[in-house]
T-cell receptor, first 113, second 112 residues
């Protein structure tokens, strides 16, 4: 069975600090990977996605993520966070066919001005 | 234009009642989903429909019954509501071969 782990449950950063949120998955085959963001009181929105090709993917609002197959990881990064990045971040995996998309438990990011 | 819409946005009701949540998408997607997000923000898939056919049915009490009249609509009916059903319910849609999901605004259900 596939699974997604996000070990950082709550991250607190000051503005301009660099961000890295961990995401590890468990699945032996080809995967599609996603990061979604949920701003307070809002719905989930796609930040970025990896299907194939360049393992370093760039998303909206200056976010990027790197797929490292050997480590089963897809960590999210941003060089300099802003207060407006305060949100819940979800990593997700899709393994193909009629399998469900599996979401991680989320990481709450709090950016202090 | 709203891509995925849900009604109502808020729903407050008493235990034992029956309620429905409606979802519509205008993206031309062929797959739709219902997710439940609890107070700890954990997101759990409940159902998935592809072209009106049920393809994913997670371990959900049979008080929850989805219905898809066409591939642009997926409704959720809940019978005999319980306190533990209080959560935010999100509808989402995608193309089956891509699975990039577009979420609706959510329905906050409160059972008292």
């Amino acid at each position: 069975a596939q699974s997604v782990s996000q070990h950082n449950h709550h991250v607190i950063l000051s503005e301009a600090a660099s961000l890295e949120l961990g995401c590890n998955y468990s699945y032996g085959g080809t995967v599609n990977l996603f990061w979604y963001v949920q701003y307070p009181g809002q719905h989930l929105q796609l930040l970025l996605k990896y299907f194939s090709g360049d393992p370093l993917v760039k998303g909206i609002k200056g976010f990027e993520a790197e797929f490292i197959k050997s480590k089963f990881s897809f960590n999210l990064r941003k060089p300099s966070v802003q207060w407006s990045d305060t949100a819940e971040y979800f990593c997700a995996l899709y393994s193909g066919g009629y399998q469900k998309v599996t979401f991680g438990t989320g990481t709450k990011l709090q950016v202090i001005p | 234009d709203t891509a995925v819409s849900q009604t109502p946005k808020y729903l407050v009701t008493q235990m034992g009642n029956d309620k429905s949540i409606k979802c519509e998408q205008n993206l031309g997607h062929d797959t739709m989903y219902w997710y439940k997000q609890d107070s700890k923000k954990f997101l759990k898939i409940m159902f998935s429909y592809n072209n009106k056919e049920l393809i994913i049915n997670e371990t959900v009490p049979n008080r929850f019954s989805p219905k898809s009249p066409d591939k642009a609509h997926l409704n959720l009916h809940i019978n005999s509501l319980e306190l533990g059903d209080s959560a935010v319910y999100f509808c989402a849609s995608s193309q089956a071969n891509i699975h990039e999901q577009y979420f609706g605004p959510g329905t906050r259900l409160t059972v008292t």
